[in-house]
């Protein structure tokens, strides 16, 4: 905390919906009195913005950034042309200690980039990830890399088993977490050169590793941490996207297909509404770029403001779990793979 408050910027451009459901989502954050808040964008945008709501002046800042980053930008081009950028201000502010989080809903390649470059990566540390948490039968699971690094070493899937079950314990407090790797069979000698060699690492660590996972088994709860390169991650969240999607407009019209259909419907209405919340991770807001010295999380692009207070309600679970100082001290602690329990 800084002086008292959990400090955290946010890229007020960045974003279908910016600036006005980051501001929508800033401001709803603020029913956390220990939350202070930094908006970074165009002042006229961003103060014409705030003028819509009613809140404590004194928690909210306009931090001046007179142009954007876009999805059309080259990532690492636009963090090093664009240093007046809302992105690139915003995680400058990071990197100098002012704030203690980033938040973005802007280019996920610029923001890779940018956290790199930038913010740095946490000593020993290869290479950062995106750990996305997803809903399942069970509980939810954590999907790391879901889209960071498409070309792995073993040694990184490794490295991410171990943050995705730091992550898992301190912010969803899942003790013991399951760690998984995603592969296209469940015995030890399936896979390609990389699933052979990173189980090999995973299954001679004290991380609490209980094999391979298929496709078919990820949803159904049977892991707390899946373990894949940032490829082959990307296609499974975005296959669960789509597939929560599909499945619901299935249902919504199956609902109302009939008269018969539409009283079904009313009677099972509570269950329904159970259900659809259960695979509404809105509340959670984003996802964390793990392996960085400080938090940077990459809200969906298409954020509205409940996303937006998700992901500033998970900085401070993040922050105040020292997230980033228990990945520091496993990773430098660590020799090989004989790494201590997560």
């Excluded at 419907?265 to 392996?291: E, N």
Aim: glycine share 10%; charged share 20%; net charge neutral.
């Amino acid at each position: 905390m800084i002086d008292g408050k959990y400090v955290i910027a946010l890229d007020a451009m960045g974003g279908d919906n910016a600036p006005a459901a980051i501001v929508a989502g800033a401001v709803a954050a603020l029913a956390n009195p220990d939350v202070m808040l930094l908006l970074v964008g165009k002042d006229d945008v961003v103060s014409a913005e705030l003028a819509k709501h009613s809140y404590d002046k004194s928690r909210i800042r306009l931090i001046s950034a007179a142009s954007v980053i876009t999805n059309d930008d080259h990532p690492a081009a636009a963090i090093k042309g664009k240093k007046d950028s809302s992105m690139v201000v915003g995680m400058n502010l990071l990197k100098a200690k002012q704030a203690e989080a980033f938040v973005s809903a802007g280019s996920t390649g610029a923001l890779l980039a940018g956290a790199t470059l930038i913010v740095g990566r946490i000593k020993g540390i290869e290479r950062p990830a995106i750990a996305t948490v997803i809903p399942s039968v069970d509980r939810p699971f954590l999907l790391i890399d879901s889209g960071a690094n498409v070309d792995c070493k073993p040694s990184y899937l490794y490295q991410f088993a171990v943050m995705g079950s730091v992550y898992m314990k301190s912010v969803l407090g899942v003790e013991r977490p399951r760690v998984a790797l995603a592969n296209i069979g469940a015995e030890e000698e399936k896979g390609n050169a990389l699933a052979k060699e990173s189980y090999l690492l995973l299954s001679k660590s004290e991380l609490n590793f209980v094999g391979n996972i298929e496709g078919n088994r990820i949803p159904l709860g049977e892991a707390d941490v899946v373990v894949c390169d940032g490829f082959t991650g990307n296609v499974i969240l975005k296959l669960f996207e789509g597939l929560s999607k599909a499945l619901f407009g299935m249902v919504k019209a199956a609902l109302s297909s009939s008269l018969s259909a539409k009283i079904g419907a009313l009677l099972s209405m509570s269950a329904l509404r159970g259900l659809k919340k259960k695979f509404d991770y809105a509340d959670i807001g984003g996802a964390p770029f793990l392996g960085l010295k400080s938090l940077v999380v990459k809200a969906h692009g298409s954020s509205g403001q409940r996303e937006i207070t998700g992901a500033i309600n998970q900085c401070v679970l993040f922050i105040s779990a020292d997230i980033v100082t228990r990945i520091e001290q496993l990773i430098l602690a660590s020799s090989g793979t004989d790494l201590g329990r997560v």
